[in-house]
């Protein structure tokens, strides 16, 4: 189970490894570093997804590949600590094109000068609801229990995200958003 702690942990493992100092953290880990207390269910992945920020794409590409031969599943790291670094791309998670405008800095002593740039809670959740895998559904519907996500907010985004990369469209997000509000209802 993930926590703050860990994450802080694999970001400075991430830094050392590496030698770069600046890393957008994504997926269901990310939450951590927006809220320390975060419902258990939401808590259940083994990873955070990491990609290097403010460099080329080759060299953020090398860096991905990096952190998961050293720090990834199945690696050293994970065998001694039983948590990973899954070194993914900026493309992976499907984000509104503004995401930056309302992301934050994360850092903290136990970073060792390492900083994550963290999206909003919100855009997380966008990025979840287009995965759409039962997995996200899952974390979504525990986002919206307990206020770290907003329907409402979430829909806002929808006019900010690339709608090249949109599988389905925005017809299927809505579908996604009517299910979560139905699971909400008591």
């Not at 957008?24 to 990491?50: C, H, Q, T, Y």
């Not at 050293?76 to 934050?104: H, M, N, Q």
């Not at 919100?122 to 899952?138: S, T």
């Amino acid at each position: 189970m993930m926590d703050r702690g860990k994450i802080e942990h694999i970001l400075r493992a991430a830094g050392r490894a590496t030698g770069h100092k600046r890393f957008v953290v994504i997926g269901s880990a990310a939450i951590f570093l927006w809220k320390e207390n975060v419902p258990e269910a939401m808590a259940m992945s083994r990873e955070a997804d990491l990609f290097a920020d403010a460099v080329s794409a080759d060299i953020a590409d090398r860096i991905s590949d990096e952190l998961d031969s050293i720090l990834g599943q199945a690696s050293s790291f994970d065998a001694a600590f039983g948590y990973y670094c899954d070194g993914v791309g900026e493309e992976t998670a499907i984000l509104p094109k503004d995401w930056r405008d309302r992301a934050k800095a994360y850092t903290s002593p136990a970073t060792d000068g390492v900083v994550a740039i963290v999206p909003e809670p919100n855009d997380l959740a966008v990025a979840k609801l287009c995965a759409g895998r039962e997995k996200d559904m899952d974390w979504l519907a525990w986002a919206l229990r307990d206020g770290v996500a907003r329907i409402d907010t979430m829909r806002a985004r929808f006019e900010k995200l690339p709608a090249d990369r949109l599988s389905g469209g925005l017809g299927i997000l809505e579908a996604r958003l009517r299910v979560l509000a139905a699971r909400q209802e008591p």
